[in-house]
T-cell receptor, first 113, second 113 residues
C-alpha cells in the first residue's frame, strides 16, 4: 500500500520469515518497474526490475511479481534478515515517447529479531 | 564497486542565493538524473540528461533549475535563486541505458533559510 507524508505503512516481520511488500502503480502505460530499498540517510538502492512483458522475475532472495490487469506490483523477500530493514518503494516508467519516472511513497519494513 | 558520489553532503544557504550541487556519476554510464526528496515524502524526478542535453524534465524543473556536465566526469544541478521550499535531499543517479538500473548517490541535503 501507499500513504502520504510521514505516515508510511509499516510491515513488521520476524527474522527468517518471508516478506511481501505491495505497490499499486498509477499509469497503465508504464512498461518498466523497479523496486528500490532506502535505508535511513542514504540514497535509494536498486533491488530488482521487471518489464511489462513479464509477470515474474527472481533475483537473489527477492522476487518481483507484476499484475498489469490491476496495476499491482509486489516484492517478495525470502528469509528476511535484520539488514533488510529499510523503506522499500516501487518506481514506474513509460519508456516510449515522453518518459517519466514516478516513485511510490514506500513501505517501511521492520525485521524483528 | 563503482558508485555515484555527491558533494557536498549538506548545503545550507540563504533564500535567494544560488547553489550548485555536484555529482560524479559512474564512469561508463550514459544517462544522468537528478531527483529530490522532501523530508518524509517520496522521491520526485527532476531531470534526465543524455548526450550532453536534457532528455526529460518534470514540472518541478522550472527556469530556476539548470544542469550541466562541465567536463567528462562531473554532473551539476544549479538552483539560481533558492526558495524555502527547495529544502530537500537531492539525489543524483546514473544508468548505462534507458530503462535499466539506476544507481543513486548518497544525496545532498539542501537547507534553505
Amino acid at each position: 500500500g501507499e500513504s502520504v507524508g510521514l505516515h508510511l505503512p509499516t510491515l513488521s516481520v520476524q527474522e527468517g520469515d518471508n516478506s511481501i511488500i505491495n505497490c499499486a502503480y498509477s499509469n497503465s502505460a508504464s512498461d518498466y518497474f523497479i523496486w528500490y530499498k532506502q535505508e535511513s540517510g542514504k540514497g535509494p538502492q536498486f533491488i530488482i526490475d521487471i518489464r511489462s512483458n513479464m509477470d515474474k522475475r527472481q533475483g537473489q532472495r527477492v522476487t518481483v511479481l507484476l499484475n498489469k490487469t490491476v496495476k499491482h506490483l509486489s516484492l517478495q523477500i525470502a528469509a528476511t534478515q535484520p539488514g533488510d530493514s529499510a523503506v522499500y518503494f516501487c518506481a514506474e516508467m513509460v519508456t516510449s515517447g515522453t518518459y517519466k519516472y514516478i516513485f511510490g511513497t514506500g513501505t517501511r519494513l521492520k525485521v524483528l529479531a | 564497486e563503482p558508485e555515484v558520489t555527491q558533494t557536498p553532503s549538506h548545503q545550507v544557504t540563504q533564500m535567494g542565493q544560488e547553489v550548485i550541487l555536484r555529482c560524479v556519476p559512474i564512469s561508463n554510464h550514459l544517462y544522468f538524473y537528478w531527483y529530490r526528496q522532501i523530508l518524509g515524502q517520496k522521491v520526485e524526478f527532476l531531470v534526465s540528461f543524455y548526450n550532453n542535453e536534457i532528455s526529460e524534465k518534470s514540472e518541478i524543473f522550472d527556469d530556476q533549475f539548470s544542469v550541466e556536465r562541465p567536463d567528462g566526469s562531473n554532473f551539476t544541478l544549479k538552483i539560481r535563486s533558492t526558495k524555502l521550499e527547495d529544502s530537500a535531499m537531492y539525489f543524483c543517479a546514473s544508468s548505462g541505458g534507458l530503462a535499466v538500473a539506476q544507481y543513486f548517490g548518497p544525496g545532498t541535503r539542501l537547507t534553505v533559510l
